[in-house]
Nanobody, 133 residues
Framework: QVQLVESGGGLVSAGGSLRLSCVVS????????MGWFRQAPGNPGKEREF???????????YYADSVKGRFTISRDNAKNTAYLQMNSLKPEDTAVYYC???????????????????????WGQGTQVTVSS
């Protein structure tokens, strides 16, 4: 049973920083493409939004335009952990953040990695990030 567990969310003032972590159970983390998505509050039916992704090789990273230059995705295969460093946070970054994993060193198109997340096999439970103005 694969589990993804996020942590690191919280309340921060605008301009502040947070680092989210996503620990993946199992022994094949180094084969995973990892993604971060978010869903804003107050509208559960709203489609989740892609934030960032990193391929299993650690060399290919992708970002939503809204977070480029502020967020950085990384991974530590020795710790089975993916990270999302979030700097210069804005109130509009407020959301529940989810990590997602696609195992097997599968090279899917960038559009699938950065889309709505349907290509990902595993999801965490989410961690709340709230940015006050």
């Amino acid at each position: 049973q694969v589990q993804l567990v996020e942590s690191g969310g919280g309340l921060v003032s605008a301009g502040g920083s947070l680092r989210l972590s996503c620990v993946v159970s199992g022994r094949t983390f180094d084969s995973y493409t990892m993604g971060w998505f978010r869903q804003a509050p107050g509208n559960p039916g709203k489609e989740r939004e892609f934030v960032a992704a990193i391929r299993w090789n650690g060399e290919n990273t992708y970002y939503a335009d809204s977070v480029k230059g502020r967020f950085t995705i990384s991974r530590d295969n020795a710790k089975n952990t993916a990270y999302l460093q979030m700097n210069s946070l804005k109130p509009e970054d407020t959301a529940v953040y989810y990590c997602a994993g696609l195992p097997g060193r599968i090279w899917v198109p960038e559009s699938a990695v950065t889309g709505t997340g349907t290509m990902y096999d595993y999801w965490g439970q989410g961690t709340q990030v709230t940015v006050s103005s």
